[in-house]
């Protein structure tokens, strides 16, 4: 596994897991965006999380960022680093103030451009004291 830039590059598109398995094969070099986290600390809530964050312009590149945390549930962590990619695409456009989040739609709007925004969330508690627990949550990409 590579892991890259937090850029979703412009055009790619988003391909179903089962889909994307299609094209791996056995020790083949990926690139990834990457979220991981562990623990051995009994009774411990880990998460590991990656966000997406698309312009309606698919001629530019969106953003991909990862997060990872302690203690945190699935929609949190998951809402976290989808909101900031979506952040960080609204800087790189310079519209930062026009972001805002639309609860009927659940998507962020900029301006009149709205923004494809999703996320993958992997949690898991801690269930034997000094046995580690590891999640992960990967934006894989296929050339």
């Given at each position: 596994?590579?892991?890259?830039?937090?850029?979703?590059?412009?055009?790619?598109?988003?391909?179903?897991?089962?889909?994307?398995?299609?094209?791996?094969?056995?020790?083949?070099?990926?690139?990834?965006?990457?979220?991981?986290?562990?623990?051995?600390?009994?009774?411990?809530?880990?998460?590991?999380?990656?966000?997406?964050?698309?312009?309606?312009?698919?001629?530019?590149?969106?953003?991909?960022?990862?997060?990872?945390?302690?203690?945190?549930?699935?929609?949190?962590?998951?809402?976290?680093?989808?909101?900031?990619?979506?952040?960080?695409l609204?800087?790189?456009?310079?519209?930062?103030?026009?972001?805002?989040?639309?609860?009927?739609?659940?998507?962020?709007?900029l301006?009149?451009?709205?923004?494809?925004t999703?996320?993958?969330?992997?949690?898991?508690?801690?269930?034997?004291?000094?046995?580690?627990?590891?999640?992960?949550?990967?934006?894989?990409?296929?050339?």
């Open positions: 596994l590579v892991e890259v830039s937090s850029i979703f590059p412009p055009n790619a598109e988003i391909v179903s897991k089962e889909e994307g398995l299609k094209y791996l094969k056995p020790g083949q070099i990926v690139f990834v965006v990457l979220a991981k986290n562990s623990s051995d600390e009994f009774n411990r809530l880990i998460s590991a999380a990656v966000g997406l964050a698309i312009p309606k312009d698919r001629n530019l590149y969106g953003y991909l960022s990862e997060h990872h945390s302690f203690g945190e549930p699935e929609k949190v962590a998951g809402d976290f680093p989808e909101d900031l990619a979506a952040e960080m609204a800087s790189t456009l310079g519209i930062e103030h026009h972001l805002v989040w639309d609860e009927s739609s659940q998507n962020w709007k301006d009149d451009r709205i923004l494809l999703q996320n993958i969330v992997s949690t898991a508690t801690v269930e034997k004291s000094g046995e580690w627990t590891t999640v992960i949550a990967a934006a894989v990409l296929i050339p």
